[in-house]
């Protein structure tokens, strides 16, 4: 298994926050830094600072030289087709490759929190209108991306595109990630168009039926499924014994704010996160392993504690 950083910036980290945590990531062995696309705080909290995603991964590319940047996810809702292919493009020139793999990762979504597109100006329409759009988004990415493609025309709903010249082609073309809990659209999407499906939190029993039902949107898009990876997206919380676990819980808790009791907020956790000491941690990974999970995107919450990090490298992944 893949483990991965995961960071949610419009909590309120600036730059330099997220590049202390990449170059820890990449000095640790982590084999990505992905962030989430968002402009106002998931928690509901006012006030705090947000940065641009795609703004952020640029200046990464440029001061890390090994570990893979991505989205986790991106919103169609934020940019228009055409434009997003252009930036990523030029985040994956700027940061090269990995032997011959990219160091890019386009994670696309439809977009959830309807807050932050009322407070910029993006539209928000219902779910079935976004899933609409994020289908258009991956053929037009696809479509201008594609090398063998001179001059590319689209036609839709949302995007119209006449006779784009798109160059320079992105070589090799990053990776693309849809992101979803679904087990009906969200596949059938992955499964047509993208190397990787996502899912947030999923327990090891629903990311057990996450994999079956991609496997059979793939079969149904006559594709080989051992073709489209399968990873998740999942809060990581761990201390290297008991009593360093439970001093980073209640930071953690008191970072969320009050109101659960330690006990049940703990047990909620347990059900889909990645908690506890090195050996609960890895019992939880295995579990996401024999479910058929490739690679975790760890969400680190409690971002200025690097030494957390180096309890994940050092004493959770050797036990895998």
Known sequence: MRLNVMLEPQEGLSYTDILAVARRSEDLGFAGLYRSDHYASGAGREGLGSTDAWATLAGLARETGRITLGTMVSPVTFRAAGNLAKVVTSVAEMAGTVGDAPRVHLGLGT?????????????FEDTATRFRRLDEHLQVVRGLWDPDTERFTFDGEFEQLA??????????????????????????????????MNSPSPTPADARQLRSALDEACEAEARDPASAAFTVMTGCLVGADEREFRRR?????????PGTPF??????????????????????????????VEAVMLQHLLTDDLDMLDVVAHEVAIRL
């Open 111 to 123: 977009g959830w929190m309807e807050v932050e597109h009322r407070m910029h100006g993006f539209p």
């Open 163 to 196: 006779d784009a010249i798109f160059a320079p082609k992105p070589d090799p073309r990053p990776r693309i990630i849809v992101g979803g809990s679904g087990r009906r659209k969200t596949p059938r999407l992955a499964a047509r168009y993208a190397d990787e």
């Open 249 to 257: 819980a209640d930071r953690l808790r008191e970072q969320s704010g």
């Open 263 to 292: 006990g049940e907020w703990l047990s909620g956790l347990e059900q889909s996160w990645v908690v506890g000491t090195p050996e609960q941690a890895a019992d939880r990974l295995g579990e996401l392993t024999d479910a058929g």
